[in-house]
């Protein structure tokens, strides 16, 4: 895929998705960076509605500790590896507090350095919280870039790099809220709707013609 056409996807994308922001409900970076570890593997939907509960109680590192591990299980049950997830977490407040005077850090090797926290989760938090233009892989971006030709890879790395290689620059900023909800909705997979993807006729998937 060429620059012109790199350029006219996004393009495209900004225009059908005019707000492209997490669908995580969040107010501070340290409510949504304890979002964001929950979110694994789990659905947004899942953690917005355990966030709802416990954020009103514990939305610092400090309350979250108060809290304890115990504490925030009860909380976060419903939600998919909370035992490993409540560990992580308050690991996490307690190395935001000796380290980070409790709050949440800007750069992605602190972030990385927080028990539950890797690159992916990092680039969201950049993103998302601090307006950083950088990517977070995940399944749906992966997809995205691979199937339509924009940025092709073997592993989430390489489509991260090609990524930050191919976007045009005004689009960096929300090209991850952008690919995300685009995978999401249309492009999803199993059966992309290519019939309503705004993208069409730019991607060079294959057998988009032939999907019904």
Known sequence: ????????LFDHLAEAIPHPVTELVYTTP????????LSAQ???KSVNKAAARLFPVANTAQAMLALG??????YIKT???FNSKAANIIKLCQALIERHGGEVPQSRAELEALAGVGRKTANVILNTAFGQPVIAVDTHIFRVANRTGLAAG???LAVEKALEKNV???????AHHLLILHGRYVCIARKPRCAECCIAKLCEYKEKNTMR
Do not use: C, W
């Open 1 to 8: 895929m060429n620059s012109t056409t790199r350029q006219r």
């Open 30 to 37: 340290f409510e949504l960076l304890i979002a964001v570890v």
């Open 42 to 44: 789990a659905t947004d």
């Open 69 to 74: 591990e115990d504490g925030l299980k009860d």
């Open 79 to 81: 939600i998919g590896l």
């Open 154 to 156: 073997k592993t989430v």
């Open 168 to 174: 045009p620059k005004q689009h960096k900023k929300d």
